[in-house]
């Protein structure tokens, strides 16, 4: 008799339909899986033996052949144990009764119980969208697979619990849909706690705003960290489908809480400086999502920037244009989204005070040369602004004028970030900063002022093809931020004032 159990598998962030097909039949005593498993899939024969006999059972004493369909797709993880073990017992006649258009994945230990798996979400997805109907899953994944509706998602503890659900003795009860949007903002990192500087927050409201990478240069207390750690909490809220694209990656890089089974707020990752190319874009033998992923619709920050090796800052050219980061290995390539709004910070130079007003830079013209080349000119070219943060001067820091909150700022991102979802609605674009060029013209309707002033930029400051896109962009979301539909001279004149700082340092 063949038995066919329907599981899922995953290949990326992209998942699909495995069939679990298992014959037993008269032969020696033997069991044989195939159909591309990797190492730990082969050893969930073993796990399910022991599952077997433990729950009560007995493990067929016959030739037990189990194929993974598709066959030519390589199975990898533990999730098919529950699903194997399901499809022996059915073909063995010892259960029977497996509603129909059901999905089974999880962990088997050897008592029986089902331990969590990683990547549920995207799985739920799928066996929803091809029209599966109900889905098992272990206990502790079901809060995070209960934001989607369309599909009965059961939690299941142990074998015990599936056998009397299928039996009628004690039925599961359905997880209840969950999804909520509720957004708890922490109130110790907030932008009034910043004196003076406001200049730079100025220029952090327009990148949040239009998602526009943004370098911070500036000597050792200046506030650049204190600034970035406080973006967060002015980022234009996120959508419904951000957030579940953001929940797919932390789904399958296993970083998920229990209590939090949705990524509601817009990442923000900090890796040190020492990070390898690898860690910043992913990589492993089956590879997973490194930072750049993991911060898919929020932000990168990259602290100490000129510390960071140079290749692994050439590792985020490509992602950074393109939107999404492809890793090969020689068994498998997958592609990760990383939309991001990368955040910078460095100093001028190895002492940190080169062009200070008051302090003395130490430092050799050849060591600030080879300190600052540590950026390439195509890396800095893909930085939509840059900024000096200035040292904060005694009247400013003594002041106790109230300032802006985050949360008033916060509403003029939203405002804007409502007439960017207005114009894009009919594309895949999110924010400004990732329009492509052939949109430009349509999207960035200027003055003709504004067509002067940026003209007389563009050969004053000889800019390439991909600094005049960065001044238009930036333009546009000042522009939305001024509500106005046409980019004028005061727009496209504090635009062109985000893209000069390059000539004061790296071309001395």
Known sequence: MVSVINSMGLNGLEAFVVTIQT?????????????????????????VRSAINNSGF??????????????????????????????ILNANGQITDIPEKSVFIGELSLNGDISPINGVLPMTIHAMQNGFENIFIPKENAKEAAVIEGINIYPVENVYELIEHFNGTEKIEPQPYIFTKEISKSDNLDFCQVKGQFEVKRAMEIAAAGCHNILLIGSPGSGKSMLAKRLPSILPEMTFEEIIETTKIYSIAEILQNDSPL??????????????????????????????????????????????????LETLRQPLEEGKITISRVKNTLTYPCSIMLVAAMNPCPCGYYGHPKKLCTCTPNAISRYLSKISGPMLDRIDMHIEVPPIDFENLSSNEKLETSEEIRVRLNDARKIQLERYKYSKLKFNAFINSRDLPAVCIMSDRAKMILKSAFEKMGLSARGYDKILKISRTIADLDNSEVIDIKHISEAIQYRSLDRKYWQR
């Open 23 to 47: 014959d037993v039949s008269r032969g020696m005593p033997s069991c044989d899986i195939v159909g591309l498993p990797d190492a730990s899939v082969k050893e969930s024969k073993n796990r």
């Open 58 to 87: 007995k493990f067929p004493l016959a030739k037990i052949t189990i194929n993974l369909a598709p066959a030519d797709v390589r199975k990898t993880g533990s999730l098919y144990d529950l699903p194997i073990f399901l499809s």
């Open 263 to 312: 990524i509601t707020e817009r990442p923000f990752r900090a890796p040190h400086h020492t990070t390898s190319k690898a860690g910043l874009s992913g990589g492993g033998s089956i590879p997973h999502p490194g930072e750049l992923s993991l911060a898919h619709n929020g932000v990168l920050f990259l602290d100490e920037l000129s510390e960071f090796s140079r290749a692994t």
